[in-house]
């Protein structure tokens, strides 16, 4: 089983940058392929990206390719989340998640892990 912690959300203006941490606790960690999500109000949780346990295969979502890199360090037990060019529709709570799996997906039911959230807001 793994704990997931995130960390590293804020307020930022557009056009800005903020680096998200997720701090993974218990065994194995370099054999789960971990993701990013977001929720913003009133909306379904939606993917972001995503990076399979030896950090090969990723994928991101469209409305953040070129502008979000996800990157882990199996060492250290953290997926990092660097977001730049923010835009205001990037506000959102930010999750991360991690699947015992050897697959990259981008939906949500395929991952059993969670973290708790960090809010991400992006002023106009």
């Known amino acids: 089983q793994v704990q997931l912690v995130e960390s590293g959300g804020g307020l930022v203006q557009a056009g800005g940058s903020l680096r998200l941490s997720c701090a993974a606790s218990?065994?194995?960690?370099?054999?789960?392929?971990m993701g990013w999500f977001r929720q913003a109000p009133g909306k379904e949780r939606e993917f972001v990206a995503a990076?399979?346990?030896?950090?090969?295969?990723?994928r991101y979502a469209d409305s953040v390719k070129g502008r979000f890199t996800i990157s882990r360090d199996n060492a250290k037990n953290t997926v990092y989340l660097q977001m730049n060019s923010l835009k205001p529709e990037d506000t959102a709570v930010y999750y991360c998640?991690?699947?015992?799996?050897?697959?990259?997906?981008?939906?949500?039911?395929?991952?059993?892990?969670w973290g708790q959230g960090t809010q991400v807001t992006v002023s106009s």
């Open positions: 998640a991690a699947e015992l799996s050897t697959a990259v997906h981008s939906i949500a039911p395929a991952y059993r892990y």
């Open positions: 218990g065994r194995g960690f370099s054999s789960y392929a």
């Open positions: 990076k399979e346990w030896t950090g090969g295969i990723t």
